[in-house]
């Protein structure tokens, strides 16, 4: 198992920018994708990014590209989210989430949540207007 820690959540006006952190420890060096999520009141969790781990390779949903972006710090074990232009739409519980194994081969992205079988406790992001 990897342990999965979110940090760099919080209050921040609409219009302004957070920067968030995923450490990883425990089984880390077998990570292979790492994503984050987000999961609004009421709604699904939804994909933001995702990274390919030895290679880098990103993946940013359409519903954040442009403010959006995820890297990775591989001496770290981090994944970073830096978010800009932050909408009060923005307002979620934010996760990340690690998966040990490639179960697909070719090009794959990992976005759906059961793809992953490690997250960490999630951080709350508030916009407000």
């Known amino acids: 198992q990897v342990q999965l820690v979110e940090s760099g959540g919080g209050l921040v006006q609409a219009g302004g920018s957070l920067k968030l952190s995923c450490a990883a420890s425990g089984r880390s060096s077998s990570t292979y994708a790492m994503g984050w999520f987000r999961q609004a009141s009421g709604k699904e969790r939804e994909v933001l990014g995702t990274i390919i781990w030895s290679g880098g390779s990103t993946y940013v949903a359409d519903s954040v590209n442009g403010r959006f972006t995820i890297s990775r710090d591989s001496a770290r074990n981090t994944v970073y989210l830096p978010m800009n232009s932050l909408k009060p739409e923005d307002t979620a519980v934010y996760y990340c989430?690690?998966?040990?194994?490639?179960?697909?081969?070719?090009?794959?992205?990992?976005?759906?949540?059961?793809?992953?079988?490690?997250w960490g406790q999630g951080t709350q992001v508030t916009v407000s207007k």
């Open positions: 989430a690690a998966n040990l194994s490639r179960t697909h081969a070719g090009v794959h992205y990992y976005t759906f949540a059961d793809e992953y079988d490690n």
